[in-house]
């Protein structure tokens, strides 16, 4: 039996800028930040700088999410008991519907145990409030494509461009018209299959 096609997603949630949030629970002070990460590498660069800047942590808990469609994901509980603290941190960005996001939650230890049913409340609890204090933003994946053509079908590019929802970034008009569009990812073979009659040459960055 044949796999589904899984059609590559137009466009993801990822936060608008850095954010904290601080949660007291019994005398343990939580403290969580999130970061805009690009993959799996920046994600970890960012988390041990975190550990090394805040080492007088009890524990340094973290997670991410990368990918257009979330495939890479990591979580540690850094000593918290199995589970109770990095998969309630990535649990809530899941929740969220966000991606290329790392969240660090440093704890520091008051000196009473919440148990694992506190503790997975807890992480889960203040990583949302951190990453919704970051604010969420939709982003659209595009291409950017320059084509050459000649003057006369400058109007029926302009036309198609409105259809597609694309976006002309410049424009040269010379000995011939050179454009540069764009557009998003979904859109771009069906565009290209539009505009072929009517170009001389297309460039895809």
């Known amino acids: 039996m044949r796999k589904p096609t899984i059609e590559p997603m137009d466009s993801y949630q990822t936060i608008k800028s850095d954010g904290q949030s601080v949660l007291m629970r019994d005398r343990s002070e939580f403290l969580a930040l999130t970061k805009r990460v690009d993959n799996p590498d920046d994600a970890s660069r960012w988390i041990r700088l975190i550990k090394s800047e805040y080492k007088n942590a009890t524990h340094h808990?973290?997670?991410?999410?990368?990918?257009?469609?979330?495939?890479?994901?990591?979580?540690?509980?850094?000593?918290?008991?199995?589970?109770?603290?990095?998969?309630?941190?990535?649990?809530?960005?899941?929740?969220?519907?966000?991606?290329?996001?790392?969240?660090?939650?440093?704890?520091?230890?008051?000196?009473?145990?919440?148990?694992?049913?506190?503790?997975?409340?807890?992480?889960?609890?203040?990583?949302?409030?951190?990453?919704?204090?970051?604010?969420?933003?939709?982003?659209?994946v595009s291409r950017d494509i320059e084509i050459v053509l000649l003057y006369k079908n400058v109007d029926r590019i302009h036309h198609l461009v409105k259809k597609h929802q694309a976006i002309i970034l410049s424009e040269s008009f010379l000995l011939e018209v050179t454009m540069n569009i764009r557009i998003s990812r979904n859109e771009l073979d069906h565009f290209l299959e539009l505009i072929q009659p009517f170009v001389l040459d297309v460039r895809i960055d």
């Open 61 to 140: 808990c973290s997670a991410y999410i990368t990918g257009i469609n979330g495939e890479h994901q990591f979580y540690d509980d850094d000593g918290e008991p199995h589970g109770s603290a990095g998969r309630p941190i990535l649990g809530a960005m899941v929740s969220l519907e966000v991606t290329n996001l790392a969240v660090v939650v440093i704890r520091y230890y008051g000196g009473k145990k919440l148990g694992v049913r506190g503790l997975i409340d807890t992480y889960g609890e203040v990583a949302k409030m951190a990453i919704e204090s970051s604010g969420i933003m939709m982003v659209t």
